[in-house]
T-cell receptor
């Protein structure tokens, strides 16, 4: 158990809908990273928050947004869902803002299926 | 742009033997970090081992060791005494730094290598 929690574990929804994925980092970790794993794109970085502030953005679609709350949990919002958004979404956490950490622990992931 | 390459889509190894999973990277940074993760069929990403670019010794964690050759830009994972439970997908990743951007520890990943351990 990495100490990073994600809910829900599975999510099945229809095209055009909106969903929210939740992540709680390990105790003491201030950074949350979101990644998407799909068959055609592999594992891709989406967005990074540190202590409530956005730090870096990757290949995140405009239909997707995220935030990190004062209690440090993070939510990834996916809207106007398309079939191609079906993927495994991971969050990961670290203690620092970036280059100092020698580990990055992942949550169990949320498997999103868009029908 | 920084890039990670894993050239072995699939590998087989006999139980109790050692196996090396290849990873090469491309970066112009002097300071970077390299990570290996294991993803079993259940889907979770399990952190295995880390190597910093300034670390003089190869990293080791139990049966895992990282063969770090900086001049060749390679960071191969060696698993000794393979076990059936080692059957999984393995990902090499690099902590990426963008010039002029805020400090971030975001990772870029290779395509992965599927390892199957035969009894």
């Amino acid at each position: 158990d990495s100490g990073v929690t994600q809910t829900p574990k599975h999510l099945i929804t229809a095209t055009g809908q909106r969903v929210t994925l939740r992540c709680s980092p390990r105790s003491g970790d201030l950074s949350v990273y979101w990644y998407q794993q799909s068959l055609d794109q592999g594992l891709q970085f989406l967005i990074h928050y540190y202590n409530g502030e956005e730090r870096a953005k990757g290949n995140i679609l405009e239909r997707f947004s995220a935030q990190q709350f004062p209690d440090l949990h993070s939510e990834l919002n996916l809207s106007s869902l398309e079939l191609g958004d079906s993927a495994l979404y991971f969050c990961a956490s670290t203690r620092s803002s970036g280059g100092e950490d020698n580990e990055q622990f992942f949550g169990p992931g949320t498997r999103l299926t868009v029908l | 742009a920084q890039k990670i390459t894993q050239t072995q889509p699939g590998m087989f190894v006999q139980e109790k033997e050692a196996v090396t999973l290849d990873c090469t990277y491309d970066t112009s940074d002097q300071s970077y970090g390299l990570f290996w993760y294991k993803q079993p069929s259940s889907g979770e990403m399990i952190f295995l081992i880390y190597q910093g670019s300034y670390d003089e010794q190869n990293a080791t964690e139990g049966r895992y060791s990282l063969n770090f050759q900086k001049a060749r830009k390679s960071a191969n994972l060696v698993i000794s005494a393979s076990q059936l439970g080692d059957s999984a997908m393995y990902f090499c990743a690099m902590r990426e730094r963008e010039l002029g951007s805020s400090n971030t520890g975001k990772l870029i990943f290779g395509q992965g290598t599927t390892l199957q351990v035969k009894p």
